[in-house]
């Protein structure tokens, strides 16, 4: 069966700082990955998806940043974090055609 | 590009009783896929139902059910004898099959079970 990692769970990091946020799944080959951003009590913000290695598409201009060195992995990246760069952080997977899986997600709070 | 509406920001039901969560999508597309997330306090999104747009049969599951009205572009839930464990809040979402790597999701309406 399939499953998504995610980590860290928690982080909190300074203004200014780098960010790494990492996405795995397991069980499934070349998935659709999805980044989104959620913020509290508020629905969700699709940041980036990937159809495929090296293939990421952008949905909000940002500091933020995504890669895919690899089928199955998905990192979300910051070289300088804003206080407006605290959220929730959700990675998801589908295939061709069906529904998202999604992680555990990252709850990032830039002091 | 889609858009989902989710006109209620939040619900509230007895222990046992049943309620109906809304969603409406703007599409020009003739097939699609709908579902209903689920994101309790751990934060966690989970599937609930999945809806077809050929189908004319309404989803259903165990206590979850699907109001699907394809002319009225309207995808309801509704759960029945519900329990304090159904409190999160919920999600509703469009899925194009023709730009099929694109999840459009609604604001959420967040749901209180009272005991």
């Known amino acids: 069966s399939q499953t998504i990692h995610q980590w860290p769970a928690t982080l909190v990091q300074p203004v200014g700082s780098p960010l790494s946020l990492e996405c795995t799944v397991e069980g499934t080959s070349n998935p659709n990955l999805y980044w989104y951003r959620q913020a509290a009590g508020r629905g969700l913000q699709l940041l980036f998806y990937?159809?495929?290695?090296?293939?990421i598409s952008s949905e909000v201009p940002q500091n933020l940043s995504a890669s895919r060195p690899q089928d199955r992995q998905f990192i979300l990246s910051s070289k300088k974090l804003l206080l407006s760069d605290s959220g929730f952080y959700l990675c998801?997977?589908?295939?061709?055609?069906?529904?998202?899986?999604f992680g555990p997600g990252t709850r990032l709070t830039v002091t | 590009a889609q858009t989902v509406t989710q006109s209620q920001p939040e619900m509230s039901v007895q222990e046992a009783e049943t309620v109906t969560l809304s969603c409406t999508y703007d599409t020009s597309e003739s097939d699609y896929y709908l579902f209903w997330y689920k994101q309790p306090p751990s934060r966690q999104m989970i599937l609930v139902i999945r809806q077809e747009a050929y189908k004319q049969q309404n989803a259903t599951e165990n206590r979850f059910s699907v109001n699907f009205q394809k002319a009225a572009k309207s995808f309801s839930l509704k759960i029945s004898d519900s329990q304090l464990g159904d409190a999160a809040m919920y999600f509703c979402?469009?899925?194009?099959?023709?730009?099929?790597?694109?999840?459009?999701f609604g604001t959420g309406t967040s749901l209180t079970v009272i005991p």
């Open positions: 990937s159809v495929g290695i090296g293939q």
């Open positions: 979402a469009y899925r194009s099959l023709f730009t099929g790597n694109q999840f459009y």
């Open positions: 998801a997977w589908s295939e061709s055609a069906y529904e998202q899986y």
